[in-house]
C-alpha cells in the first residue's frame, strides 16, 4: 500500500527557513517520480519541485528557484523540501506526491502524480 506522510509544517517570519519531510512506504523511493505541490486558499494546487527518478532532474517552479531545495534520502524512505528566504505568498498546505517512474522532471504538473499526502501547513507572518 502506497503511503505518503507529510510534517514539518509551522509558522515561520518572512526571510526564515523551513525544512518540510515525507515518509514514503509501500514501494521503492529511488524507482518513482516524487513532487512538491502546494495549495493557497483560494487558488489552485501548484508545483513547486518535482524530482525524477533516481534524481537525475530536478524542476523547480520560477518562484522558488534559488530559494527551495529538494532532495530525497532513499535509505530513509523520506524526501525533503528545505525552504529558505521565506515569503508571505509562500503561506500554503504543502503536499508530496508519487508520480510514474518515468516522469522526466522537466515539468512538475500534479496531474501527473497519483498518489498524495495529507499535507501540511506551512505559514510565512509576522
Known amino acids: 500500500q502506497v503511503q505518503l506522510e507529510e510534517s514539518g509544517g509551522g509558522l515561520v517570519q518572512p526571510g526564515g527557513s523551513l525544512r518540510v519531510s515525507c515518509v514514503l512506504s509501500?514501494?521503492?523511493?529511488?524507482?518513482?517520480?516524487i513532487g512538491w505541490f502546494r495549495q493557497a486558499p483560494g487558488k489552485e494546487r501548484e508545483g513547486v519541485a518535482c524530482?525524477?527518478?533516481?534524481?537525475?532532474?530536478?524542476y523547480y517552479t520560477r518562484s522558488v528557484k534559488g530559494r527551495f531545495t529538494a532532495s530525497r534520502d532513499n535509505a530513509k524512505n523520506t524526501v525533503y523540501l528545505q525552504m529558505n528566504s521565506l515569503k508571505s505568498e509562500d503561506t500554503a498546505v504543502y503536499y508530496c506526491?508519487?508520480?510514474?517512474?518515468?516522469?522526466?522532471?522537466?515539468?512538475?504538473?500534479?496531474?501527473?502524480?497519483?498518489?498524495w499526502g495529507h499535507g501540511t501547513q506551512v505559514t510565512v507572518s509576522s
Open positions: 506526491a508519487r508520480g510514474s517512474s518515468y516522469h522526466s522532471g522537466s515539468d512538475c504538473h500534479p496531474f501527473d502524480f497519483g498518489s
Open positions: 509501500g514501494f521503492t523511493v529511488a524507482d518513482y517520480a
Open positions: 524530482m525524477s527518478a533516481k534524481d537525475v532532474r530536478i
